[in-house]
């Protein structure tokens, strides 16, 4: 659509020159020469008092006090320092005084409309006059998308003067009703680019051109040019969409994008999680802010945001939470984008999360406070969520949940451990809040505890000042009945570990292993003897049974539910087991002689391995200590490193 314009006046505009670079003179039919001279700023105007009386009561009143009977027959001169928009809207309105032709359009009716106000051209003093002519156009440009974004910022010269004519909330209403309604129903687009784009994006085919359809809008068409505005104004634009019942993911898409466009930290970031396309008018321009003026805008966007849970990704929640760090926003700007992050933070990726320290006296290189604060919130709304279902929570543990209940909390629990595994190499982070973060996350959210065992391990490597009975305290945060084969096998030979733990490792996994070959031994007898028989019992596994197989669905190749459901050939089961003792034998003999050499007496501990029958640890296996394994439960077979 094109942009509107209206001519007005029937004389040539030639009429009106430069006779140097701060004077105009006026070279009409009437043959007396000037008789009035306007100033307007540095800017002379050299014109004649019976047109400017005519159509002016303002310079009407201003030529007879400035006109005296000495004076008769000389140029009198009068001062219009206060008239809105400057010499050149005066230079308009005095052309239309001459009736001399001109051009109206969106970006100067506004303060042509309000130095017409000013200078009193009213139907008093003519009919037809230019605040008539000016207001028609106005409601004209108003008309349609395109011109009332000119309009609204043609008010920003003139602001005081477009307050009072009520020019700026009529841009803003009318704008607002734009954006609300639906393109679809009136035939829409509105915007000249959407009508430029369908004619580029002709269809051609042999030879022959077809105009092709127009594109359709997406419900962001309007996002970048509303982005343009100054903030204030910006905000009366949202407060006019939200009270006209704009969706609030609408609303939290906007001010996404203007935040992205005047915030320098999201920019260098490249923040697109929104995926909006952000189409419009192309973009101009933007002008960086201050540090001061972007904290100002972050603050007031955060204020803005719908308060809907999910109407902004918390990739760009903890965008603005890094960027209002780094501006040192306010406190409550700060704890309000921590409980918008934490209500959601199921959603976040560890890369966000991260958020460097830059208080001069803080000691770890990351915010570890706030990613607590964060956790803290998820965990409470998590809490609050299961304690709604009598089925999921009996007396503060965890019975039953569906797998979609414990979906969210089971991904913060990865994230944490990742986070963990992050700051753990920072030497100033201290134990006390290590374990804090760790111990917010409930045994049932993880189903192996690998990594919260890989996190461990970083820290004990990044502390070796640590104390035995310190490390003792850090590894009780696992369990170690919830580790993964090759994290046990890492454990077993892992020397920053407490030998407490390493025992305890070696122990349930001999028990787990115990209960798996006795539960083949079952299976392969019962497949031998009733292989003709559809009523063959499988035996029922005990409570015991039960707790030590837990979190082993993942750890090997041949559990207990594998050796139930037939999947694995019973004789190879039995020898891949046989050959699982033999290591494990081995292992347990190596740490005895380890003990022996280490001067410590036969205690109870020795006696444990020799109730359970432990030979030593082929050394052999030495070189596995530090060597990557890989990520419980990765299908594409990626290596990880519990020693880092």
Known sequence: ????????????????????????????????????????????????????????????????????????????????????????????????????????????????????????????????????????????????????????????????????????????????????????????????????????????????????????????????????????????????????????????GSLMHYARRHLSGLKRRGDNSDGSSCSGAPATTTAVLSDGDQRALLEEVVALLPAEKGVAPTRFLLGLLRTATVLHASAACRDALERRAGNQLEEAMLEDLLIPNTVYSAETLYDVDSAQRMLEQFMMTSASAFAASPEIMDEGQLVDAPSAELMPVSTVAKLVDGYLAEVGTDANLKLSKFQTIAALVPDYARAVDDGLYRAIDIYLKAHPWLTNSEREQLCRLMNCQKLSLEACTHAAQNERLPLRVVVQVLFFEQLRLRTTVAGWFFVSDNADQGSSSDNCVLPRKTHDDVDLAAGSETTDEGGFAAAQSGELSPAMSVEEVRQRVSELEEECSSVRQEIHKLGKPKSALSRLFGKLGLGGRSSSREREREEPLPLPGSSDKRRMSFGC
């Open 1 to 252: 659509m094109a942009a509107a314009t209206k001519v007005i006046g029937s004389k040539p505009s030639e009429c009106f020159q430069f006779q140097d670079p701060n004077t105009w003179i006026c070279n009409t039919e009437l043959e007396v020469e000037s008789d009035v001279v306007v100033e307007v700023g540095k800017i002379s105007f050299h014109l004649h008092k019976s047109p400017l009386i005519n159509r002016s009561g303002t310079l009407q009143k201003l030529i007879n006090e400035a006109t005296s009977d000495d004076d008769a027959g000389k140029p009198c001169t009068v001062r219009l320092d206060d008239v809105p928009g400057g010499p050149e809207a005066f230079r308009l309105a005095a052309m239309f005084c001459y009736d001399v032709r001109m051009e109206l359009n969106a970006g100067n009716v506004v303060p042509l409309r309000c130095a017409a106000e000013h200078l009193a051209m009213t139907e008093d003093y003519s009919e037809g006059n230019l605040v008539e002519q000016a207001e028609a156009f106005l409601s004209q440009v108003l008309g349609t998308w395109n011109d009332a974004v000119r309009a609204l910022h043609a008010c920003d010269a003139v602001l005081p003067d477009a307050e009072d004519l009520l020019i700026v909330p009529r841009c803003i209403d009318s704008l607002a009703s734009k954006a609300c309604a639906d393109p679809t129903l009136f035939g829409w687009p509105m915007l000249e680019y959407y009508t430029a784009k369908s004619l580029e994006e002709t269809v051609v085919w042999n030879g022959i051109s077809a105009a092709g359809k127009p594109r359709p809008l997406g419900a962001d068409w309007w996002y970048k040019q509303a982005s343009s505005l100054r903030l204030p104004v910006y905000k009366r634009l949202i407060a006019a969409v939200r009270s006209k019942g704009m969706s609030p993911e609408n609303v939290a």
